[in-house]
């Protein structure tokens, strides 16, 4: 049995050195359609020849560098594809075990279970019922259709995270398959600002434009972005200055991923010291993480991390539980700002038009982090008039709203206004306007019935462990929810998958966590 997890381990772990050389040679030796599509078989053929455990666990690492599948859609991420596979996968390996548990449930069983990932799973449905309730009277059906089917991909997907994780070694292996793959995204972010302290900001935009971007997000999105994106921050003497995003299309999507990878490694670091191992590389992770969120230049980042960070604070006040842990979250959010002068001196600031001439000023973050409370500046002035028309919609239609995937209507512009980023700026009034207060509701269900198993296993269980990981993930779970008064960031393909990922870890160690609970109260 042993020897053969090892020879399973090193197959994962060639497959995933190979994946990732074949994504630097369509990088290095030009891309080509019939490259990507190779490189999404390949993606494919290893989820299917992988064990069950090893293919999701390649899954989740490979999530940022999941190439399009060009001969469905040009926007057809080959994700959907192994989401698929992972799903058969898991039905037929626990069909006996689904059948046992369709016979024996009972709807007072049911009700009476409604609590925690329960209720979580039960606002999800409720979810995807008014979703497809909104959908009936949507203007644009198939894009609504096309949503609905969008978010029940993502829906399995953390389901299927949830639902695989039985013991306490494959879920450490699912955090660490998590910690790689935010790895991966910081090493790309890093030869970015490489590659433009090399070329031209003209040659730079273009190179990644073209070469890269349409791996990950097709043809049609890089020609988009080679004319229209928010790689730079731009200021009025004419200076710019790069914001992180890695192989996203923009720095929003690439802040959220490292929340997310933050908060996991900063559990892995005290998980280890608290089992006297060495910390060194989660600590590490931990930190550069927090400073490529401030790379990013998301100045939404940037500020939601107060939400949580008044929350660690009233939590250490008011001495409720543990007061370790508050002061731990507290030390990031010192580290956090202490992040802010140094990243100053190491970010690329001014471009001109001579490959290299770039210098690297002072004064980018300060100017960056200043213009966040400036409603003359243009981003911010656009921002709070979309909110305006917005929220003026969600007047007129308040039951249903305008229907899923259709709310480039509510701003008066054309459908195909979704595939150039159209959006409400806010992840609750982008959900609000499109599915009204009903879909609202059950989103906001959703998370808090997320928020209530966090708050759960920060204060209402015994074991450090499972304290500490509570803590941690909430912090980041918090921070991310507060992003979302910003942008919806969250709703990126590939974003969202890691949010679902995320969740199912939370929903899983809660699992244990109440077991653990139980154990103990009928050995006593």
Known sequence: MFKKALIEFRTLFILLVAEFLIFLILLLFGLSREGVFLFAMFCIASAVFLSYEHALLFTIISIPLMPVLSVVSDTFSVWRVLVAILAVRFLYRSRKMLITMIRHAKPKNLLHELRGPRLFEAALALFIFFAALSALQAPYAGAAVKQIVFYLNIVVFGALVYWSIHTKTYLHRIIGAFLISVGVIIVFGAFQFVLARVLTLHNFWQYWAENVIPIFYGMDMGYLLSYSNTWFSYFGDGNAGLRMFSVFPDSHSFAIFLIFGFSLAFFTAYDRLAHRKSALWPLFLTIISLLCIVFSGSRGAWLSIGVPAFLMLAAWIFKKGDRRFPALMGLVVLIFILLFPMSSLMIPTTYNEVAGSGSFGSSFMYRRALSAIDTSEESNKGRLQIWQETAAFIMESPLFGV??????????????????????????????????????????????????????????????????????AGFGFVWAMAYGLFDVVLLNDKALLFFAAFVGIICAVYHKAHLHYERSVYSH
């Open 403 to 472: 229907g899923p995937g259709n709310y480039p209507l509510v701003l008066k512009e054309d459908i195909s206004a979704a595939k150039k980023g159209a959006s409400a700026h806010n992840l609750y009034l982008h959900i609000l306007s499109e599915m009204g207060i009903l879909g609202f509701s059950a989103f906001v269900l959703a998370l808090g019935a997320v928020f209530i198993i966090l708050y759960r296993l920060s204060f209402d269980v015994s074991l450090a462990e499972f304290r500490a990981f509570g803590w941690c």
